[in-house]
């Protein structure tokens, strides 16, 4: 059986991180979404620590990491990932982004370089949540919005509210297929209530209000994008994506297999095979 550690990462401005590690080999370190947990990568701890050393991390506020009240915006969570790589201090790491994380390692490549990365993963995450005034039809597609600044601001003052439990709740319901049992979104929807309320509105607002259009077409690694047919986040945007990273592949989950904002939850185990087989094609 599949054995878990748990660690403590103490970062330079107090806070203290939390870390779920399993198996040996390659290491690859999954990096969760916007509210979401290191926990619910554990289709993965399991699926995949026969052959990799996995490392999946609770973001400051999140899961079983410290509940700070400062640092929600992608910059600090970058500084946060910089340092968690300097602790694991295995060269040659690979990361594993799920939507939001993606924005992070995004940040992280833009201010720290890819000389730490072995090559990268992202899934699920568009070059840009919030259309401007003024973008054209095509710009809004290969970003990937799903929110107008109106629709943001309404949507972190829901968050923000003393009674928000059930508004995220709902809108985490509408990221999965209707095949989700209900016991595995109830664990889902109680780890991301972990995140408090203030810093689930925070760091919503700063995420989405970001635009990574100039720092994708500079990545330099070798790049694999997973997207859902039937996800929340627009596929033109990936393919968007796919088109600015040289060598970079796109593996596209059908909705009928699980192929939602959380397929690798859904569909998990193609979804562990994919990633398995892009690890473990050499590296030119």
Known sequence: MTSIDHLNIPISDGTNLHML????????????????????????????????????????????????NYGYRI?????????????IDIPGINILG????????????????????????????????????????????NAGCVFS???????????????????????LRDMF?????????????????LLPRSAAASLLRNTSMEDWRDVIPRINVPTLICAGTESIVPLSSQRWIQAQIPGCNLELFKGSEGGSH????????????????????PTE
């Open 262 to 281: 959380f397929m690798f939850w859904e569909a998990a185990s193609k979804f562990n095979q994919v990633v398995a087989d892009f690890l473990d094609q």
């Open 98 to 141: 799920h939507s939001m994380g993606n924005a992070v390692i995004w940040c992280y490549l833009d201010i720290f370089g890819a000389d730490l990365i072995n090559k990268i993963i992202i899934a699920e995450q568009p070059p840009s949540l919030v259309s401007q005034p003024g973008w054209s039809e095509e710009e809004v597609s």
């Open 75 to 87: 910059s600090r969570f970058a500084k946060d990932l910089h340092e968690v790589l300097n602790w």
């Open 149 to 171: 600044c109106t629709e943001l601001i309404e949507t972190c003052d829901s968050l923000a509210e003393n009674n928000s439990d059930q508004f995220r709740a709902d809108m």
């Open 177 to 193: 297929s209707s095949a989700i049992s209900e016991a595995d979104l109830n664990f889902i929807i109680n780890e991301n209530l």
């Open 21 to 68: 590690n399993a198996g040996s080999g390659p290491p690859l370190l999954l990096l969760p979404g916007w509210s979401q947990t290191a926990s619910m990568f554990r289709h993965q701890l399991f699926g995949l620590s026969d052959r990799f050393n996995v490392f999946a991390l609770d973001w400051r506020g999140h899961g079983e990491s410290e509940k700070v």
